[in-house]
């Protein structure tokens, strides 16, 4: 049989569990990041980043009014860039 001191254990190691995993400074895989993200993370401008848009070195997702981009995406044209050096 199941208690309510069970079920209250359960809760609390549960989010103990979901605070470690959000207060990682590592982002998880597979994370959208929007614009603004983007930008402060490689330091450009937007005119850069809609360059990097319109030229197709950077995917991106549009939803409504805002574009979101795979952090996946990010570091594999920062890889492929650094490659060509």
């Known amino acids: 049989m199941i208690t309510r001191e069970d ?4 809760k609390t190691e549960i989010v103990a ?9 590592k982002p998880l895989e597979g994370t959208w990041l929007r614009s603004a993200q983007v930008r ?10 809609q ?13 409504g009014g ?9 570091a594999a044209m920062l890889n492929q860039n650094g490659s060509k050096r």
């Not at 079920?7 to 359960?10: G, I, K, T, V």
């Not at 569990?17 to 400074?25: A, C, F, G, H």
């Not at 402060?40 to 980043?49: D, V, W």
């Not at 360059?51 to 070195?57: D, P, T, W």
């Open 51 to 63: 360059n990097l848009r319109i030229q197709g070195h950077l995917r991106f997702t549009k939803i």
């Open 17 to 25: 569990e979901l605070k470690s995993i959000l207060s990682q400074d």
């Open 40 to 49: 402060k993370m490689l330091s450009i401008s937007p005119g850069t980043l």
């Open 7 to 10: 079920l209250q254990n359960l």
């Open 66 to 74: 805002c574009f979101f981009y795979s952090q996946r995406d990010i």
